[in-house]
T-cell receptor, first 115, second 112 residues
Framework: EAGVTQFPSHSVIEKGQTVTLRCDPISGHDNLYWYRRVMGKEIKFLLHFVKESKQDESGMPNNRFLAERTGGTYSTLKVQPAELEDSGVYFC?????????????FGPGTRLTVT | AQSVTQLDSQVPVFEEAPVELRCNYSSSVSVYLFWYVQYPNQGLQLLLKYLSGSTLVKGINGFEAEFNKSQTSFHLRKPSVHISDTAEYFCALYTNAGKSTFGDGTTLTVKP
């Protein structure tokens, strides 16, 4: 069974440009989460989808970030326009059932560098 | 609100020595606790987890952790480390609210 996949693995863009990150969860997992780690600090929660609905987006830093999950399958996270402080590693995770005792499976992450 | 504190940002040890990576947590509700490892240029890999039952949990690669509710700790241990254990380790907690809270990470460096 394939794990959580993320694309691209690395992205280098200039300040002011737009970047779209993609996450493909494990097939059948209704719950999808985005996290990010900036400047070597802790990994922080961004948002949680249940199928195509946003269950919790309390961690989204500002309105330059837009997450979607059309059809309840893969998800995209768009940053527009990107700022220097957006640099970091963006992780996606999925789980089968809400409240499933933390059985979240993480993807390899996308390393975003904004110059 | 929940929080996780990893008490050491860097832990250097010699090969074959024992190691303990410390993690304390704070939560007003029941939690599930995890340790993840991130090797250079790779993603997060689950090492072990505490969901319920026995407070001593064993994970992959010879690691184990002990859940201590009274001290709100979940320290990770390995009796004898290898060079290949060099990585960053993250302690995390999860509640039924649906998201994980992570510590800042501990970089374990194993020296020959």
């Amino acid at each position: 069974e394939a794990g959580v996949t993320q694309f691209p693995s690395h992205s280098v863009i200039e300040k002011g440009q737009t970047v779209t990150l993609r996450c493909d969860p494990i097939s059948g997992h209704d719950n999808l989460y985005w996290y990010r780690r900036v400047m070597g600090k802790e990994i922080k929660f961004l948002l949680h989808f249940v199928k195509e609905s946003k269950q919790d987006e309390s961690g989204m830093p500002n309105n330059r970030f837009l997450a979607e999950r059309t059809g309840g399958t893969y998800s995209t996270l768009k940053v527009q326009p990107a700022e220097l402080e957006d640099s970091g590693v963006y992780f996606c995770a999925s789980s089968q059932v809400a409240g499933s005792r933390g059985e979240q499976y993480f993807g390899p992450g996308t390393r975003l560098t904004v110059t | 609100a929940q929080s996780v504190t990893q008490l050491d940002s860097q832990v250097p040890v010699f090969e074959e020595a024992p190691v303990e990576l410390r993690c304390n947590y704070s939560s007003s509700v029941s939690v599930y606790l995890f340790w993840y490892v991130q090797y250079p240029n790779q993603g997060l890999q689950l090492l072990l987890k505490y969901l319920s039952g026995s407070t001593l949990v064993k994970g992959i690669n010879g690691f184990e952790a002990e859940f201590n509710k009274s001290q709100t700790s979940f320290h990770l241990r390995k009796p004898s480390v290898h060079i290949s254990d060099t990585a960053e380790y993250f302690c995390a907690l999860y509640t039924n609210a649906g998201k994980s809270t992570f510590g800042d990470g501990t970089t374990l460096t194993v020296k020959p």
